[in-house]
């Protein structure tokens, strides 16, 4: 899998929750993009990643 233009190992059944954490984001602070369509914050949990996905995490900033 790709994770914003970086190829990584994706390891059996890992879900985007999982995926978040092992990359070291905060999943209320993001937006997940996976193969060029939103993934609901609902779905974290439930939507497993497979090799060949292409995934893009954003990251929310605060200020003025």
Do not use: H
Not at 39 to 47: F, N
């Amino acid at each position: 899998m790709k994770i914003n233009g970086v190829q990584k190992q994706c390891p059996d059944n890992l879900t985007v929750s999982a995926m978040l954490e092992q990359e070291g984001y905060a999943r209320e602070g993001v937006a997940v993009e996976l193969n060029m369509e939103i993934v609901t914050k609902d779905a974290y949990d439930t939507t497993v990643l497979q090799e060949n996905d292409v995934i893009e995490v954003v990251k929310f900033m605060g200020g003025g």
